[in-house]
T-cell receptor
Framework: RKEVEQDPGPFNVPEGATVAFNCTYS??????FFWYRQDCRKEPKLLMS???SGNEDGRFTAQLNRASQYISLLIRDSKLSDSATYLC????????????FGAGTTVTVRA | DTGVSQNPRHKITKRGQNVTFRCDPI?????LYWYRQTLGQGPEFLTY????????KSRLLSDRFSAERPKGSFSTLEIQRTEQGDSAMYLC???????????????FGPGTRLLVL
């Protein structure tokens, strides 16, 4: 079983729509959680860290459910520039240097 | 530009040749990481350094792969006797264990895209 699993999508949504997707992680000891964004043929960039209580950053909301071992990302009022692959990332306290990435969820926002 | 830089950005080589990639981390960062990413997958951890010490190597890193960080600054990743399966994007990242951040954030370079013919 992969450490981090994501629905690959693609999610095709119109501008202004809300889109949400989850990822699940296999190791219950996972401690830190992140969403990275990756544009086509570019490097991953940190979008946001995920706090236990959930957190917002502008139009982006991340939630963590430790009991069910999943993390969600919701994008409100989608912009064309939100089109990207969103990578779910976790790491373990024992290996805090090693990020485990999901394969990514592709979001395409159309005009 | 004070971000992570990698050279070359692209490399095409023939099977059996050796290749070397370079990564320059953010200057105050003491940790440096190498990841490999293939099409449709997320990056996979290969190895990491804390200062000049290589502290872990993934089982993905076969004997043909070697990484160094001789002075605790830039790092090189060498692949000997390349195989077609080595074709991938090789990403370098750096982070700091001493900066006051709630979480240690890894910052990625633009990657080196390797194609083995």
């Amino acid at each position: 079983r992969k450490e981090v699993e994501q629905d690959p999508g693609p999610f095709n949504v119109p501008e202004g729509a809300t889109v949400a997707f989850n990822c699940t992680y296999s190791n219950s000891a996972s401690q830190s959680f992140f969403w990275y964004r990756q544009d086509c043929r570019k490097e991953p960039k940190l979008l946001m860290s995920v706090y236990s209580s959930g957190n917002e950053d502008g139009r982006f909301t991340a939630q963590l459910n430790r009991a069910s071992q999943y993390i969600s990302l919701l994008i409100r009022d989608s912009k064309l520039s939100d089109s990207a692959t969103y990578l779910c990332v976790v790491n373990l306290p024992a290996n805090d240097y090693k990020l485990s990435f999901g394969a990514g969820t592709t979001v395409t926002v159309r005009a | 530009d004070t971000g992570v830089s990698q050279n070359p950005r692209h490399k095409i080589t023939k099977r059996g040749q050796n290749v070397t990639f370079r990564c320059d981390p953010i200057s105050e960062h003491n940790r440096l990481y190498w990841y490999r990413q293939t099409l449709g997958q997320g990056p996979e951890f290969l190895t990491y350094f804390q200062n000049e010490a290589q502290l872990e190597k993934s089982r993905l890193l076969s004997d043909r792969f070697s990484a160094e960080r001789p002075k605790g600054s830039f790092s090189t990743l060498e692949i000997q006797r390349t195989e077609q399966g080595d074709s991938a994007m090789y990403l370098c990242a750096s982070s700091s264990t001493v900066l006051q951040e709630p979480w240690e954030t890894q910052y990625f370079g633009p990657g080196t895209r390797l194609l083995v013919l």
